[in-house]
């Protein structure tokens, strides 16, 4: 059994505890949150130990794995000390909160031999998982055009409002936007130029919307979290390709060429999502596929190669830059 060290038990630690309780030959030994009642809650059903502070679990707990769901400000230092005791390492995205902090988790990782996976969950979501095959594999001819959108409610669930400080969390774009930028970014590679704008709704929240210029296309990507709660959270996406356009949006998954529009079926998994009706997200897929390869990777003892820390500080960097350039 994979012994798991769970630090931070809010929104995301809740939706990555049910899927380690969801993937075989893995079992949480001990979660760790300032509120205590959060980790006694995640720990039903489980013979884990708690704690208070992310550093007594990092010091004390017997772990193979610490995965870490803090705020986005304490990334670093926790993933820091966590990979003095573990060889895997998972971390939440934003990677960090700045470059500089990220650039010294390269550096840790590299000097301990750690592997760390960035929580950049986009590369492991069914449909963009889907999307990513049939631009390789070029069914449709090249890319001419695609647009990237994410779109949502102020998000108000965070632990002592953390997330609505931008000096913590970086706001929507560093939050929120870096999500389809690190799948673009992973698809296409750097673009040859980069124009954001941002408009700043209030000192609660932010939007930016970004064009990629490559060679022969250009990619547009959206993201805020300025809305009201009313408005369902939206993750979309419409690629237009030589001979076809590949389409996720309104709860549909499509192909549509000049002789046919058919839906794309991704077989769901079952089980997953309970409790979560009420939130943004509905659907655990991506976050349950991220731990199972991380997971995977633990127990083959191989090199964590998918959303790697270099890859979420390369992303980090990005859209850090937007946000100045914008
Ligand atoms: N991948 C995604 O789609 C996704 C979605 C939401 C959030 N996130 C990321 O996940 C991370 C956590 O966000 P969240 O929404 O779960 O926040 P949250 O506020 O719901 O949870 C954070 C938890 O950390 C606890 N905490 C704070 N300091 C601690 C410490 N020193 N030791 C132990 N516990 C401590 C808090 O009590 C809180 O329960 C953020 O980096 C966020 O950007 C990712």
Redesign the pocket.
């Known amino acids: 059994m994979l012994k798991v060290g769970l630090?931070?038990?809010?929104?995301?630690?809740t939706m990555h505890a049910n899927c380690y309780k969801s993937i075989e030959g893995v079992e949480l030994v001990a979660l760790?949150?300032?509120?205590k009642e959060?980790a006694q809650k995640l720990a039903e059903g489980t013979n884990a130990a708690l704690y208070?502070?992310?550093k007594d679990l990092i010091n004390n707990a017997d772990v193979d794995i610490i995965d870490i769901?803090?705020?986005?400000y304490?990334?670093s230092e926790y993933a820091i000390a966590a990979m003095d005791k573990v060889k895997y390492v998972f971390v939440?995205?934003?990677v960090a909160l700045t470059k500089e902090q990220g650039e010294a988790m390269i550096k840790k990782a590299q000097e301990t031999g750690a592997n760390v996976q960035v929580?950049q969950?986009i590369r492991f979501w069914d449909e963009y998982v889907e999307l990513a095959k049939i631009i390789k594999a070029g069914t449709y001819g090249k890319v001419l055009n695609a647009n990237f959108r994410r779109i949502s409610p102020i998000p108000t669930?965070?632990?002592e409002n953390?997330?609505l400080k931008n000096e913590l969390?970086g706001g929507a774009a560093q939050?929120l936007h870096i999500?389809d930028v690190d799948y673009v970014l992973s698809q296409f590679g750097a673009p040859k130029v980069v124009k954001s704008v941002k408009n700043k709704m209030g000192e609660k929240s932010s939007y930016i919307n970004s064009l990629f210029e490559y060679d022969d296309f250009v990619v547009s990507v959206e993201g805020t979290w300025a809305l009201p709660g009313t408005h369902p959270f939206e993750a979309t996406f419409r690629v237009v390709f030589e001979n076809g356009v590949v389409e996720n949006a309104g709860g549909k998954f499509m192909l549509y060429t000049d002789s046919e529009a058919k839906e794309i079926v991704i077989e769901k998994k079952e089980g997953l999502g309970e409790g979560f009706e009420g939130g943004n997200i509905s659907d655990l897929g991506g976050y349950y596929n991220e731990l199972v390869y991380f997971t995977d990777c633990v127990k083959n003892k191989k090199a964590v190669e998918k959303a790697t820390v270099k890859d979420g500080v390369e992303s980090l960097a990005f859209v850090l830059e937007e946000i100045k350039n914008a």
């Open positions: 630090i931070g038990c809010g929104f995301m630690g760790a949150d300032l509120r959060c208070g502070d992310g769901c803090l705020p986005t304490l990334h939440e995205k934003p929580g969950v669930w965070g632990w953390w997330l969390s939050d999500h």
